[in-house]
T-cell receptor, first 111, second 114 residues
Framework: QKEVEQNSGPLSVPEGAIASLNCTYS??????FFWYRQYSGKSPELIMF????GDKEDGRFTAQLNKASQYVSLLIRDSQPSDSATYLC???????????FGQGTELSVKP | DTAVSQTPKYLVTQMGNDKSIKCEQN?????MYWYKQDSKKFLKIMFS???????INETVPNRFSPKSPDKAHLNLHINSLELGDSAVYFC?????????????FGEGSRLTVL
């Protein structure tokens, strides 16, 4: 089982819709969860982090964490074509504090 | 001002050669990393240095040797390059006390081994 798993996509949504990106992780003791956005040919950039169960909102982005289910998600409301990118879920392992990335979900927002 | 800068951005070389990638950060961060991103976009940690001290050394062939002359610089030297080394190598940093997941990435160095 991979330590962090995401659907690779591509996920295609129309402009203005809600994009839902999902991630599961295997280390039950993980404490910190991150979403990075990577445009094609560019470097990853941190867009959200969440440490506690529940929802965390930042503008059009909402991160959701459910530690019991070992599940973290990212919702993007009012999706824009400029949101088209690969979204990487990352989890800090309980032991050693290493950051482990999922394989990323490619999101395409169609005008 | 570039916060985390890597050179070169592109390398094309033959199998068996040796190459180096340099990284510098002007953010005053204490911890620096090397990550490798393969053709499937999978990003995997290779090494981490905290204030010049090696703290993470993943299962990486010993052909890869990192070096940190000071806390603002982290270089990566690769000996006897193989086809499978072709990837984008990202340098990253994080400040002291920050969660190790809050990374600032460089622009990447795309290595192609022929």
């Amino acid at each position: 089982q991979k330590e962090v798993e995401q659907n690779s996509g591509p996920l295609s949504v129309p402009e203005g819709a809600i994009a839902s990106l999902n991630c599961t992780y295997s280390d039950r003791g993980s404490q910190s969860f991150f979403w990075y956005r990577q445009y094609s040919g560019k470097s990853p950039e941190l867009i959200m982090f969440i440490y506690s169960n529940g929802d965390k909102e930042d503008g059009r982005f909402t991160a959701q964490l459910n530690k019991a289910s070992q599940y973290v998600s990212l919702l993007i409301r009012d999706s824009q074509p400029s949101d088209s990118a690969t979204y990487l879920c990352a989890v800090t392992l309980n032991q050693g504090g290493k950051l482990i990335f999922g394989q990323g979900t490619e999101l395409s927002v169609k005008p | 001002d570039t916060a985390v800068s890597q050179t070169p951005k592109y390398l094309v070389t033959q199998m068996g050669n040796d190459k180096s990638i340099k990284c510098e950060q002007n953010l005053g961060h204490d911890t620096m990393y090397w990550y490798k991103q393969d053709s499937k976009k999978f990003l995997k940690i290779m090494f981490s240095y905290n204030n010049k001290e090696l703290i993470i050394n993943e299962t990486v062939p010993n052909r890869f040797s990192p070096k940190s002359p000071d806390k603002a610089h982290l270089n990566l030297h690769i000996n006897s390059l193989e086809l499978g080394d072709s990837a984008v190598y990202f340098c990253a940093s994080t400040p002291r006390g920050a969660n190790t997941g809050e990374l600032f990435f460089g622009e990447g160095s795309r290595l192609t081994v022929l």
